[in-house]
């Protein structure tokens, strides 16, 4: 079997790159909407409990070669990215 060639590789990691980007955009959508729920309802825009959960069911879907740590880091920059756009668009 030869060895895959490197330009080939790279172009796929692009598109998981593309692809990965528009399952952000989605689930940063989707943060927007619950921002303007919470502001309706006068809830708080930050949830521990909830991210503390979120973070544990992530990271026990941790699959080889990803660790959980990995994981965990990535979502935690995820939702604090999310968090604080939830923020500025809803000025709280």
Partial sequence: M???????????????DSRLLEL???????????GTYKA????AVYDPERER???ERLTA??????EPDTVRRIFERL???SRNL???????
Wanted: aromatic fraction near 0%; charge should be neutral; avoid cysteine.
């Fill in 2 to 16: 030869s060895e895959p060639d490197l330009d080939e590789l790279r172009r796929q990691i692009d598109q998981v």
């Fill in 24 to 34: 952000i955009h989605e689930r940063v959508r989707l943060v927007l909407q619950v």
């Fill in 86 to 92: 939830e923020q500025r668009k809803s000025g709280r």
């Fill in 79 to 81: 939702i604090d990215e």
């Fill in 40 to 43: 309706r309802h006068g809830l």
């Fill in 61 to 66: 879907l941790a699959q080889p070669p990803l």
């Fill in 53 to 55: 959960r979120l973070l």
